[in-house]
């Protein structure tokens, strides 16, 4: 940036705690929960030019932590009435003639917006998305009220991701998306205890953590899944009731993997109760000859079919009721599952 113009308007250093209080209410634009602090004067250390947003016949320069972004004004004012207000306010002083912006984002955060709002609709809907920016895109198109985009993102099926199942819990409880939160916090209640008091640590050092509330519905849920692995066990591992006259012993090996499985409740194949036996039960065929280890409980195709389904009918029961073993509400979740 080659020339500042100083802001017309002198006032006092001060710490931000302190400027924050003693705005006017024109340098203050609330937005329910939004403060915009616009400082009076210069950053003290000149912010880089980003390599990918600095159109030179931009007219409104982003500064987001120590990166400056020079776009259109219009564009913005365009898809968010709350970027409208904030281009709109008096500036505290211009760069190259165009008035300097105040983010509160990280500068990473504002490039990934400005990449949906510059490229437009088809960014979105064509690409393969990262969970990270569809966290960000979630977070900004909801405080600067970007209903599109909002909307879009909390479609997308990365946003149930099981690494991330403590930022999609957070955004669902930012944006009021009730219909995430089921597995988001099933997807919690599978992390280690310890991420689930602490947090995920993000590369950078950021710390993304569950509230009280919901830590304390993990940790409640945790005995109630542990009881639904169990009576999923229980219910699946029975033919006795198929009325299929299997000529092999298949009954009496059911019988005995149940017993292991609940001996040693670790998984069939996975953590979680929600988890289809259909590779696990797999492994028992007897007309695969590679199953070699698992030779001592042989069982036919048929009847390995009728425990998958079994097991698929408490998956399904389970699935219907997880909002209520977790401890929430979620209006439409069991109407929405059988459709
Ligand atoms: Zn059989």
């Known amino acids: 940036?080659?020339?500042?113009?100083?802001?017309?308007?002198?006032?006092?250093?001060?710490?931000?705690?302190?400027?924050?209080?003693?705005?006017?209410?024109?340098?203050?634009?609330?937005?329910?929960?939004?403060?915009?602090?616009?400082?009076?004067?210069?950053?003290?250390?000149?912010?880089?030019?980003?390599?990918?947003?600095?159109?030179?016949?931009g007219n409104v320069v982003l500064v987001a932590g120590n990166v400056a972004f020079r776009v259109y004004r219009g564009l913005l004012a365009s898809q968010s009435t709350v970027l409208d207000d904030l281009c709109s306010a008096d500036p505290a002083w211009h760069v190259d003639g165009c008035p300097v912006v105040h983010m509160s984002d990280r500068a990473e955060e504002v490039r990934s917006l400005l990449s949906v709002l510059i490229n437009g609709k088809t960014y979105i809907t064509k690409r393969e998305v990262s969970f990270e920016d569809l966290a960000i895109w979630i977070r900004l198109a909801h405080k600067y009220r970007i209903a599109d985009l909002l909307e879009n993102s909390l479609r997308r099926p990365s946003l149930q991701s099981p690494h991330h199942s403590i930022t999609a819990v957070n955004l669902a409880r930012l944006t009021e998306t009730s219909s995430i939160l089921p597995l988001a916090l099933y997807d919690c209640c599978q992390l280690p205890v310890e991420t689930l008091l602490n947090g995920h640590t993000y590369p950078g050092g950021r710390v993304e953590k569950l509230s009280a509330d919901d830590v304390q519905r993990c940790i409640q849920a945790l005995s109630v899944l542990g009881v639904q692995r169990t009576l999923a066990i229980v219910k699946s591992m029975d033919l006795s009731a198929c009325g299929y006259s299997c000529r092999f012993e298949c009954a009496d090996h059911v019988s005995a993997i149940k017993t292991e499985l609940l001996e040693d409740l670790k998984s069939p194949g996975c953590r979680h109760p929600l988890c289809s036996w259909a590779r696990f039960m797999g492994q028992y065929n007897r007309d695969m000859t590679s199953n070699v280890k698992n030779s001592a409980h042989p069982m036919c195709p048929r009847c390995i079919k009728t425990v998958i389904q079994s097991h698929g009918q408490v998956l399904l029961e389970c699935w219907k009721n997880l909002p209520e073993l977790l401890g929430i509400e979620v209006e439409g979740w069991a109407t929405a599952q059988d459709a």
Do not use: C, G
């Open 1 to 57: 940036m080659t020339s500042r113009e100083q802001p017309s308007r002198k006032r006092p250093r001060s710490e931000d705690a302190s400027l924050k209080n003693s705005l006017s209410d024109s340098e203050r634009e609330t937005h329910e929960d939004l403060i915009f602090i616009r400082p009076m004067r210069p950053l003290s250390v000149e912010p880089d030019r980003d390599d990918k947003f600095w159109y030179k016949d």
